[in-house]
């Protein structure tokens, strides 16, 4: 158990260390292409809720806790339907300019 800890620990922390220049180049596309910093943020919380609740998901799978992995998963979609409200909101106002 300790080793699995260790080994989830050392991938997680390498997944940080190669994931910071990756945001910065998602970020520079985003500012070029004139989308505001308002939905870059949504988006970085939206993949950052997918990612802790996928990763939630499956040790309460690998626990034998099917319920409470179906649990944190509605959770996650409901989280992420909540993030985009924002989002859909702007995009009806845009539908409504061009009718």
Known sequence: MMIAI???T???GGFMLFIGPVISEVREIFMSSGI??????IIFKAAAICFITQ???????DSGEG???SAAELWGRGM??????????S?????????
């Not at 995009?91 to 009718?99: D, G, P, R």
Request: proline share 5%; charged share 15%; glycine share 4%.
């Open 6 to 8: 260790g080994v989830c």
């Open 10 to 12: 050392g991938v997680i």
């Open 36 to 41: 505001p910093d308002s939905y870059m943020s």
């Open 55 to 61: 990763i939630t998901a499956e040790i309460c799978a």
């Open 67 to 69: 319920a409470i992995a």
């Open 80 to 89: 992420l339907a909540f993030m985009s409200l924002p989002i859909i909101r």
């Open 91 to 99: 995009l009806l106002e845009k539908i409504n300019e061009m009718i």
